[in-house]
């Protein structure tokens, strides 16, 4: 009997669960904005390369991305994926994140809504400077997100959001087989735009 109660309860709750979620519609992005990252250097790389500005290395440069979620009039929870890259004194790097996200609704109008929520995920962090040995590596990423939200037809909405994200990933710098340093990813935040389709 205990069995039998356990898979009811079981069942009720799969039940609900799915009820919830019919509830939703589901929706999907394309998101344009900047990125600027904080990027530590080693010291080996600092005393090779004269203390280079990696933090200008993303700086302000040029991200898109992708969508794709479930919402409904009080959340949203969707997955991320997004690609940001730049160059700055000889150093290259490519981040490239990919996320689960949730965000709650605080309406302002009827079409006007705020949100803010978390964020939580992987990035992975490539190295390719000219002159120097490709490199990449994969860290986590946790993070909070907010901004406006405006309804602009039935299915159709625009966004500015901003995000702030920490990670852990690292890549080295070696040429010709010798390391001449690491850089490591510390945290990156992103000012962007997003045009949504719910279906």
Do not use: C
């Not at 090779?48 to 979620?69: E, Q, S």
């Not at 994926?81 to 160059?87: F, H, M, P, Q």
């Not at 490199?135 to 406006?148: E, F, K, N, R, W």
């Not at 070696?174 to 340093?181: D, E, I, L, N, P």
């Amino acid at each position: 009997m205990t069995h039998f109660k356990k898979l009811i309860l079981a069942m009720t709750v799969l039940g609900a669960s799915a009820v919830v979620h019919a509830a939703d519609d589901n929706f999907a992005s394309l998101t344009l904005g900047q990125t600027s990252d904080k990027v530590k250097k080693s010291s080996l790389l600092n005393s090779n390369l004269d203390h280079p500005n990696a933090n200008g290395v993303i700086g302000k440069d040029t991200t898109w991305g992708a969508r794709l979620g479930q919402q409904n009039n009080d959340r949203r929870y969707y997955a991320t994926y997004d690609n940001v890259s730049g160059s700055h004194n000889g150093i290259k790097l490519r981040q490239e994140n990919l996320l689960g996200s949730y965000d709650l609704f605080l309406p302002v109008t009827s079409s006007t809504k705020l949100f803010g929520g978390a964020s939580a995920g992987l990035t992975k962090l490539t190295q390719d400077s000219p002159g120097y040995s490709r490199d990449s590596d994969i860290g986590y990423a946790l993070g909070v997100q907010g901004g406006v939200l405006q309804q602009v037809s039935k299915n159709a909405s625009v966004e500015l959001g901003y995000r702030y994200l920490r990670s852990n990933a690292s890549t080295e710098m070696s040429a010709q087989g010798t390391k001449r340093g690491s850089l490591s990813l510390d945290s990156s935040a992103q000012t962007y735009l997003s045009a949504n389709y719910a279906f």
